[in-house]
C-alpha cells in the first residue's frame, strides 16, 4: 500500500521563486490536508478539503494555494517563496466515515534562500 | 478554536521502564477525539492511539495507553516497558467530530537509554 505519497523529498529555494508540492493517496479518503511544521513545534494547518473541488483554510494559509480535482491529488502551490515559508510540509488525508486517525505523507523538507 | 498544551521538557527514560507524557486540551465541544502521533528521527508521523470524547474506557493500543481525564480535559500518554526504538517526538492532537482537522501539541521529545 502506498497510502499517502509526497514529492519532492526535499527542495531548496531561491525567495520569489514558485513551486507545487504534489500529494497523491490511493485509500480513497474524501479528506485531505496540509500541514506545515516549523523546527521544534508542531503541525499546524494551512489548507483542507473534504472532497473534490472543495477547499479551505486553514489557521495559516497566507502565501499558499491548493486545488483539488480528483479525490487522490491535493496539489500545494506556493507563490513568491519567503524564508517564512522554510519548513516540512506533511499532506495527510483521513476517511470522513467517524472521527479517524489522518495518515501522513513522508513530508517535504523546503529552504528559501 | 482548539488548544493543546505539551509543556514537559524533553525526557530521559531508561529501557524498560514505563513513561507518561502529559497533554492538556481546550475545547467548549463535548464531541472531539484526541489522538498521540509518534515521529521519530527520520520525519514520519506515525499513528499511535485514539480516545473519543464519549469513550467510556481508556484507550489501549500494545504497550500504548491513554489516562483520559475528562473532567480534566488530560488525555495523557503511558508508554510501558520501553525500547529503544521509542526515542521520538510525540504529538498530542485533538481534531472535533465531523471535521477530522488536528490541532497538535508542540510535542515532548523522549530519549529511552539501555
Known amino acids: 500500500n502506498a497510502g499517502v505519497t509526497q514529492t519532492p523529498k526535499f527542495r531548496i529555494l531561491k525567495i520569489g521563486q514558485s513551486m507545487t508540492l504534489q500529494c497523491a493517496q490511493d485509500?480513497?479518503?474524501?479528506?485531505m490536508y496540509w500541514y506545515r511544521q516549523d523546527p521544534g513545534m508542531g503541525l499546524k494547518l494551512i489548507y483542507y478539503s473534504v472532497g473534490a473541488g472543495i477547499t479551505d483554510k486553514g489557521e495559516v494559509p497566507n502565501g499558499y494555494n491548493v486545488s483539488r480535482s480528483t479525490t487522490e491529488d491535493f496539489p500545494l502551490r506556493l507563490e513568491l517563496a519567503a524564508p517564512s515559508q522554510t519548513s516540512v510540509y506533511f499532506c495527510a488525508s483521513s476517511s470522513s466515515q467517524g472521527n479517524t486517525e489522518a495518515f501522513f505523507g513522508q513530508g517535504t523538507r523546503l529552504t528559501v534562500v | 478554536a482548539q488548544k493543546i498544551t505539551q509543556t514537559q521538557p524533553g525526557m530521559f527514560v531508561q529501557e524498560k521502564e514505563a513513561v507518561t507524557l502529559d497533554c492538556t486540551y481546550d475545547?467548549?465541544?463535548?464531541?472531539?477525539?484526541l489522538f498521540w502521533y509518534k515521529q521519530p528521527s527520520s520525519g514520519e508521523m506515525i499513528f499511535l492511539i485514539y480516545q473519543g470524547s464519549y469513550d467510556q474506557q481508556n484507550a489501549t493500543e500494545g504497550r500504548y495507553s491513554l489516562n483520559f481525564q475528562k473532567a480534566r480535559k488530560s488525555a495523557n500518554l503511558v508508554i510501558s516497558a520501553s525500547q529503544l526504538g521509542d526515542s521520538a517526538m510525540y504529538f498530542c492532537?485533538?481534531?472535533?467530530?465531523?471535521?477530522?482537522?488536528?490541532?497538535f501539541g508542540k510535542g515532548n521529545q523522549v530519549v529511552v537509554i539501555p
Open positions: 492532537a485533538m481534531s472535533l467530530y465531523g471535521n477530522n482537522r488536528l490541532a
Open positions: 475545547t467548549s465541544d463535548p464531541s472531539y477525539g
Open positions: 485509500m480513497n479518503h474524501n479528506y
